[in-house]
């Protein structure tokens, strides 16, 4: 498994930004596709963002496409989501997932699966 601490979240008015990071301390985190998920008070975890290894390709869920952009920092080994423009329904808790094999390409599925290794946890909360 790959060790991953989040860091990022809180509250936020409408409108508003916040930043989420995933750092990994013991493997190279681009060397896999990173997915970040979300789940509400009382439902299950949504897929909203993956990145692929090699930060070649970066999938969205219609959710959140155009408003958060998942990027690498590699220097820090850390997956970063910016969340623009924040909505009431974007509050839950963000995970950062690291994908079961090293080397892989994002796709559709990447959004359903459940893997191995989470962060801990962000609190994002979206209110006036």
């Known amino acids: 498994q790959v060790q991953l601490v989040q860091s990022g979240g809180g509250l936020v008015q409408p409108g508003g930004s916040l930043r989420l990071s995933c750092a990994a301390s013991?493997?190279?985190?681009?060397?896999?596709?990173v997915i970040w998920k979300r789940q509400a008070p009382g439902q299950g975890r949504e897929g909203i963002s993956c990145?692929?290894?090699?930060?070649?390709?970066?999938l969205y869920s219609n959710s959140v496409k155009g408003r958060f952009t998942v990027s690498r920092d590699n220097a820090k080994n850390t997956v970063h989501l910016q969340m623009n423009d924040l909505k009431p329904e974007d509050t839950g808790v963000y995970y950062c997932?690291?994908?079961?094999?090293?080397?892989?390409?994002?796709?559709?599925?990447?959004?359903?699966?459940?893997?191995?290794?989470w962060g801990q946890g962000a609190q994002v909360t979206v209110s006036s």
């Open positions: 990145v692929s290894a090699r930060d070649t390709t970066a």
């Open positions: 013991d493997v190279t985190l681009d060397s896999y596709a």
């Open positions: 997932a690291a994908d079961v094999k090293p080397g892989r390409t994002c796709d559709s599925d990447h959004f359903t699966r459940w893997y191995d290794s």
